[in-house]
């Protein structure tokens, strides 16, 4: 029966809409009441493939990013650029959305296995497990679910597998995009981190200009490109780079939120 449909790895689709719909109800004024959301870019989510799509972003919560993604994604579909304004979009939210996660981090509550639901892949992570350094090979099965989620549809990951800006990105990024050749479009965040508590679930602090910007999809050459390149053009395409730290000086750190600031204001005057 259509109603207990399932995706790939058995989740009813039926409890998933409702879920998306739920959370999307619950979550939207973090993004668009007590903190404000500037996106750049969503109109490239329309002239994107439906399957095999692999998004790769920087990181700054551990659920704020992924929600407002999600807001994103389903807003520009419904034909809204740029903005997550009516969230009439939630009616027919895209289900074939996934996001890669720490298989620690989303078996520890009610509300985490909740959020997994929604479109989680699951993944050990081979640096870290309970809060202390590790060094374990990376499971297969990990690699290939990510795979079955290509697939099916879209893919969030956040290659650094930190909050903390800066750090390097993980080599099995490459190694995906290698085997599975998805479309990969870059998406760099920035506000989380000051709007949101570190898991992303309690507002820290309001009238936070959030944003973010959805880029063109990498030009990558999936068979003669090395590894190293891969990841070196998704550290620049995301802003991550070594290199930026080296650019970015004290003052223009400054001027940069003095920006942030000014926009903040005029979004503030539009409403």
């Known amino acids: 029966m259509a ?9 009813i689709l039926f409890l998933k809409k409702w879920l998306i719909r739920i959370m999307g109800l619950i979550t939207h004024q973090r993004y668009n009441g007590f903190n404000s959301l500037e996106i750049e870019g ?3 989510l329309r002239n994107i493939p439906d399957r095999n799509v692999l998004f790769v972003s920087n990181h700054q919560t551990y659920f704020a990013d992924v929600v407002a993604m999600f807001h994103v994604f389903n807003a520009s579909l419904s034909g809204r650029d740029d903005s997550i304004k009516n969230v009439g979009y939630l009616w027919k939210p895209k289900l074939n959305v996934y996001y890669v996660a720490a298989a620690e981090t989303m078996k520890k509550n009610f509300l985490t296995k909740v959020f997994a639901y929604a479109g989680a ?17 990376v499971k297969m099965s990990d690699i290939s679910n990510i795979g079955r989620a290509l697939n099916d549809g879209w893919v969030i990951t956040f290659p650094q597998g930190t909050t903390t800006p800066w750090k390097p990105l993980r080599k099995g990024t490459a190694h995906i995009i290698k ?6 479009v870059p998406v760099v965040i920035d506000g989380f981190r000051r709007s949101f ?8 602090k309001k ?7 959805i880029k063109e999809p990498l030009n990558i050459d999936y068979e003669n490109e090395s590894n190293e390149s891969i990841i070196e053009k998704l550290e620049y395409a ?25 926009r903040r204001y005029r979004n503030r005057k539009k409403v």
């Open 3 to 11: 109603l207990f449909k399932e995706n790939p790895f058995g989740h």
């Open 207 to 213: 009238g936070i200009l959030q944003s973010m910007v």
């Open 42 to 44: 969503s109109d490239i």
């Open 197 to 204: 508590d570190k898991k992303g679930l309690r507002i820290k």
């Open 238 to 262: 995301i802003e991550q780079h070594p290199s930026f730290l080296k650019v970015i000086s004290e003052e223009e750190l400054l001027a940069y939120e003095q920006e942030n600031e000014l």
């Open 179 to 184: 085997k599975y050749k998805p479309v990969v």
């Open 121 to 137: 892949i699951s993944v050990e992570r081979t640096w870290r497990a309970d809060g202390k350094e590790v060094n374990r090979q």
